[in-house]
């Protein structure tokens, strides 16, 4: 990474530090996790190098490494946490929102299409971001990234709570067990579309182990075939944004 880029991301992350977050205040310095012995804490404890796993992410998928509370214990009480993005050529983060927490976004390899809904006019804000360009996801709205592009887009995201959370609208609705019928009324369409849709969100199930002595399964090296119903699950998930 260039001086200049790792600069920009120190002042960034300064900023956020003295930012006010929404976690409850704490009466310390900072927070000792349960069963740490606070006498033998060293600077280890306040070092985090998780993010590095961005930088070896799988460069044809959407990937994102966080640094939370969860991953991070020294966050606790800090009102902050951070993650790295990483976009593959044509893939997406789906529609979410973080319910405890603003985002701010900083693009390190662009460009990025990013975009928030405001449920009460209903109006879509959209942005194509270069590298070097902010945006901020304010606290519980619905927001998105994609990469339109041919090349690999990089991000990386601060948030204003060390536990920001975060829920996908397309899992929240075609995999936590909503009935498919309340699904059909609240999109206007058949069984068969919804059950398209829960089959081509559900995880991909392991492949078999090949017999002892079978051949090796043929490589394809073209890329993975697009989803059938993928066009209309964002349009199902767009839809929902609007109601």
């Given at each position: 990474m260039?001086?200049?880029s790792?600069?920009?991301?120190?002042?960034?992350?300064?900023?956020?530090?003295?930012a006010?977050?929404?976690?409850?205040d704490?009466?310390?310095d900072f927070v000792?996790?349960?069963?740490t012995?606070?006498s033998?804490?060293?600077?280890t404890?306040?070092?985090?190098?998780?993010?590095i796993?961005g930088?070896?992410?799988d460069?044809?998928?959407?990937t994102v490494s966080?640094a939370?509370?969860?991953?991070?214990?020294a966050?606790?009480g800090q009102?902050?946490?951070y993650?790295a993005?990483?976009?593959?050529?044509?893939?997406?983060?789906?529609?979410?929102?973080?319910?405890?927490?603003?985002e701010?976004?900083?693009?390190v390899?662009?460009?990025l299409m990013v975009?928030?809904?405001?449920?009460?006019?209903?109006?879509?804000?959209?942005?194509?971001?270069?590298?070097?360009?902010?945006?901020?996801?304010p606290?519980g709205?619905?927001h998105?990234?994609?990469n339109?592009?041919?090349?690999?887009?990089?991000?990386?995201?601060a948030?204003?709570?060390?536990?920001?959370?975060t829920?996908?609208l397309?899992v929240?609705?075609f995999?936590?067990?909503?009935s498919?019928?309340?699904?059909?009324?609240?999109f206007?369409?058949?069984?068969a579309?919804?059950?398209?849709?829960?089959?081509?969100?559900a995880p991909?199930a392991?492949a078999?182990?090949?017999?002892?002595?079978?051949?090796p399964a043929p490589?394809?090296?073209?890329a993975?075939?697009v989803?059938?119903c993928?066009?209309?699950?964002?349009?199902?998930?767009?839809?929902?944004?609007?109601l």
């Amino acid at each position: 990474m260039a001086p200049s880029s790792l600069t920009t991301l120190l002042v960034l992350l300064a900023v956020v530090l003295v930012a006010h977050g929404s976690d409850p205040d704490i009466l310390t310095d900072f927070v000792v996790p349960p069963g740490t012995n606070a006498s033998l804490l060293d600077g280890t404890f306040f070092t985090y190098a998780g993010l590095i796993a961005g930088n070896s992410a799988d460069p044809a998928k959407f990937t994102v490494s966080k640094a939370t509370a969860a991953e991070f214990p020294a966050l606790l009480g800090q009102s902050v946490s951070y993650a790295a993005l990483v976009f593959g050529p044509g893939t997406v983060n789906p529609p979410h929102v973080h319910p405890r927490a603003s985002e701010l976004l900083y693009v390190v390899q662009g460009p990025l299409m990013v975009g928030l809904v405001d449920e009460i006019k209903r109006e879509l804000y959209a942005q194509t971001l270069q590298t070097g360009d902010m945006f901020v996801f304010p606290k519980g709205m619905v927001h998105f990234q994609f990469n339109g592009g041919a090349d690999v887009a990089r991000a990386f995201s601060a948030f204003g709570s060390a536990s920001p959370g975060t829920v996908s609208l397309p899992v929240a609705l075609f995999e936590s067990g909503i009935s498919d019928a309340v699904l059909e009324k609240s999109f206007n369409v058949d069984e068969a579309t919804v059950l398209a849709l829960e089959h081509d969100l559900a995880p991909a199930a392991p492949a078999p182990a090949p017999a002892p002595d079978s051949p090796p399964a043929p490589k394809n090296g073209g890329a993975a075939p697009v989803p059938a119903c993928l066009a209309l699950m964002v349009g199902f998930a767009a839809t929902l944004l609007l109601l």
